[in-house]
């Protein structure tokens, strides 16, 4: 059975540093790139970076750019997000999700939103202090 598990998520203050991961399990067709989202309470749930399974290409939302890093280690069909120098408005749950490669191309913008994938794992909060 396909999954996505999330981890790595908790309460830090501001200025520190998480690191959460997503490993994937049980898919019989490839991926064509992995997201993470975040929503937190009363929001939308919002994209926050995105890598291309092929050829590794990354682009972030404009909230986290310099400060969050995704990477990817195909070998261990796991994801991560490297979040750095965290804000209290950085909390929120956060959740990754896997765009099949049969669904085709889409844009760096496209990815950024929840519609351009078909499947999401449970999230993983963070919540950070002032």
């Known amino acids: 059975q396909a999954a996505l598990v999330a981890s790595g998520g908790g309460s830090v203050q501001a200025g520190g540093s998480l690191r959460l991961s997503c490993r994937a399990s049980?898919?019989?067709?490839?991926?064509?790139?992995m997201g993470w989202f975040r929503q937190a309470p009363g929001t939308e749930r919002e994209g926050v970076a995105v890598?291309?399974?092929?050829?590794?290409?990354?682009y972030y939302a404009d909230a986290v750019k310099g400060r969050f890093t995704i990477t990817q280690d195909n070998a261990k069909n796991t994801v991560y997000l490297q979040m750095n120098i965290l804000k209290p408005e950085d909390t929120a749950m956060y959740y990754c999700?896997?765009?099949?490669?049969?669904?085709?191309?889409?844009?760096?913008?496209?990815?950024?939103?929840?519609?351009?994938?078909?499947?999401w794992g449970q999230g993983t909060q963070v919540t950070v202090s002032s």
């Open positions: 999700a896997r765009r099949a490669a049969h669904m085709g191309w889409a844009s760096p913008n496209a990815l950024l939103r929840s519609a351009a994938y078909n499947f």
């Open positions: 049980g898919f019989t067709y490839g991926s064509y790139s």
């Open positions: 890598i291309y399974t092929e050829p590794g290409s990354t």
